[in-house]
């Protein structure tokens, strides 16, 4: 089932192939044999110029570290990853833990790059590596009983400086409806440009939801359940006014502190205008159908 998603673009908007491969080529080491790796075919949205390897790995959102955007870097070393395995349960045909190695060796790789974009109005574009949320879904055999699933951050105090602190109710947990989760566009992320995921963004194993704001793309992923009630999730159990259970990219539905109108593009320099923000974060063609019908400032 992978592969499924093909990018809107164009051939005249890719970006000129010398160009793609020297800066693949500067990466080296591990990048290239990361990307050598790939066992299916590459899905690049060339037209998106990713954003800084620096950027991508020192400014992050990942509180169990710390809450200031340069804790995660500066502090998530210390988090143990391997080994690594995610508990799949709830209503499944084959729960159980699944070592993390056995995963890898039955999900076909690609690379996405998409658009990512921060409930607190800033964005990049990241290329991530991994595979479809469906595939690794399939491994343990969906119910027809299920209608969300419900995902869980690992939790490691001695590891975790920030969890000292009642920022959030530790372990950080997330949602989606099972639509949403089997959506071509949805990912399971192991790699961003071509390396193996860093800590600080989520390693080993971290779910990509391009059209749902930063938050909802849970990382380090322990437990995964399949449910047939809608989850709890760790900003709306915070601060369910600020926060909904759907989190789309809209807008025209503004966060309490945060105009959703417009964004502010990491790297784009200190004078740079701040863009317009894409409905659906860009993806509208592949996933407005999902919410036909509701009134998407209601279910926000």
């Known amino acids: ?37 790939l066992a299916g075919g590459v899905r690049a949205d060339t037209a998106l110029e990713p954003n800084s390897w620096e950027e991508i790995t020192s400014y992050n ?18 988090l143990t990853i391997s080994p690594w395995s995610v508990k799949i349960d709830g209503l499944v045909d084959r729960p159980g833990e699944y070592a993390f190695e056995d995963i890898l060796a039955q999900m076909t790789l690609e690379e996405r790059i998409y658009r990512f974009r921060c409930v607190e109005a800033w964005s990049m574009v990241v290329p991530w590596t991994g595979f479809e949320l469906a595939d690794l879904l399939d491994l343990a055999g969906v119910q027809s009983s299920a209608k969300y699933v419900a995902f869980e951050t ?50 080993p194993l971290r779910l990509v939801v391009p059209w749902k704001y930063g938050f909802k793309s849970i990382k380090s992923v322990v437990r995964i359940t399949l449910t047939e009630d809608e989850p709890p999730t760790s900003w709306n159990k915070a601060n369910a006014r600020e926060y909904g259970f759907y989190s789309n990219v809209n807008p025209e539905v503004d966060h309490p502190r945060w105009s959703q109108a417009t964004e502010r593009r990491i790297g784009g320099g200190l004078f740079a205008k701040r863009e317009p923000t894409l409905m659906f974060n860009g993806y509208e063609e592949e996933v407005a159908s999902l919410y036909a019908g509701m009134d998407l400032g209601k279910f926000f």
């Open 1 to 37: 089932m992978a592969l499924r998603w093909k990018g809107g673009l164009k051939d005249r908007d890719v970006t000129d192939e010398a160009i793609w491969l020297n800066r693949r080529q500067l990466l080296g080491g591990s990048a290239g044999l990361a990307l050598a790796g």
């Open 61 to 78: 959102n990942y509180y169990e570290f710390g809450t200031g955007k340069d804790d995660p870097a500066r502090h998530a070393g210390a």
């Open 154 to 203: 690992v939790l490691n105090r001695d590891e975790m400086p920030g969890t000292a602190y009642r920022v959030l109710d530790w372990p950080y947990v997330e949602g989606l409806r099972l639509d949403e989760a089997t959506h071509p566009l949805t990912i399971m992320a192991t790699g961003v440009y071509g390396r193996d995921i860093p800590k600080q963004n989520g390693a």
